[in-house]
């Protein structure tokens, strides 16, 4: 399948510009020149950074200057380590994956969606003439599967302004239900030869998301070992989690899960992609600080082997904190062997 050099190996810089409250103390603590060397010292070839609109312009749209200062010194440390970069736009006004951010109407109101496309004018101008090592995410996580069709032609409007100041820029396009992989057939085929297709993996939710508070049906003391049956797998699904998750059906139910289960649901993304002559990217991927640090690294092992198999680049979520954070003391015993896996 077609590669896309490069951005084989990286990782998110979650909660630093974006998931945050917005204040210089955290731009200027949570992350440092100091994080990009580490990263680039662990073998990576690029960083995932996300960033809220919030960081550079306000809620009535007014342009906020200092903000982009945190994406040049992002870049310019990009390029002191050999790193490349992807600028993810974690939230843009109107919309959110996260309900609690409390951004509606995106997918609604034109004159959001305008705002959307100024956004990212003002983003390819500025950075568009580093399109050999800043690739573009227009959105994060596109939530109802109702929106799929309006995306896509939000999307293809955003792509045309972008390219406008950054014709060959790599351009990321996600889907619906928060990047499933289950999305990509609906969306549009590839506006041109610099489109990614993107999704998000953290299956099985209900191992990589054990414990999570923020799912609403999960009990908080819910554990799982990642050896446990499928049928255990079904079972403890149906009892935590009401949002879409993958099944696994077609397994036995006695069996266990290893790089066959991500071989086979990858199957139809790279399938798709390679008919649509696509590079695949997973954008975020990553296991809950609450299972075993041991456990966490057979889930990279699996998860790596499929990627790896079919040249499909990656972040890991996520860098630092954020329930997930691979630098974390958590994960100090396994971290070496977490980062040769990523």
């Excluded at 990212?120 to 959105?139: N, S």
């Excluded at 390219?163 to 506006?191: C, M, Q, T």
């Excluded at 036995?252 to 798709?272: I, N, R, T």
């Amino acid at each position: 399948m077609k590669e896309w050099k490069g951005y084989q190996h990286g990782i998110n810089l979650g909660g630093w510009l974006s998931q945050c409250d917005h204040t210089k103390e955290r731009y200027d603590n949570f992350i440092g020149k100091e994080d990009f060397k580490i990263i680039s010292e662990w073998g990576l070839d690029h960083v995932r950074i996300p960033i809220d609109y919030e960081l550079i312009e306000d809620k009535s749209g007014k342009v906020l200057v200092d903000g982009y200062k945190y994406i040049d010194n992002a870049i310019d440390w990009c390029h002191e380590y050999g790193l490349n970069m992807i600028l993810d736009l974690h939230k843009t006004y109107g919309f959110s994956f996260d309900d609690g951010e409390h951004e509606e109407g995106f997918f609604e109101n034109g004159e959001y969606q305008e705002r959307f496309y100024r956004l990212w004018e003002r983003l390819a101008e500025r950075y568009g003439k580093f399109g050999e090592r800043v690739a573009f995410e227009m959105l994060n996580e596109v939530t109802d599967k109702e929106y799929a069709q309006e995306w896509n032609k939000i999307a293809k409007n955003c792509i045309e302004c972008i390219r406008r100041f950054a014709p060959e820029v790599k351009i990321l396009v996600g889907g619906y239900w928060n990047n499933s992989i289950d999305a990509l057939p609906d969306l549009d085929p590839p506006y041109d030869e610099n489109i990614i297709y993107n999704f998000h993996c953290y299956e099985p939710l209900i191992f990589t998301h054990q414990g999570a508070g923020w799912i609403s049906s999960m009990d908080l003391d819910f554990r799982m070992n990642i050896d446990e049956p499928f049928e255990k797998y079904n079972e403890e699904t149906d009892r935590n989690i009401t949002q879409k998750s993958i099944g696994f059906d077609g397994f036995d139910p006695k069996g266990h899960l290893g790089p066959d289960y991500f071989e086979k649901y990858f199957a139809e993304a790279v399938s798709l992609a390679e008919k649509r002559n696509v590079c695949l990217y997973c954008g975020e991927y990553g296991v809950i600080d609450l299972a075993t640090p041991e456990d966490t690294v057979k889930w990279y092992e699996y998860i790596s082997e499929v990627f790896n198999k079919y040249n499909i680049g990656r972040a890991a979520w996520t860098y630092r904190a954020m329930d997930f954070g691979i630098a974390d003391e958590h994960m100090a015993a396994v971290k070496d062997e977490i980062i040769k896996k990523l």
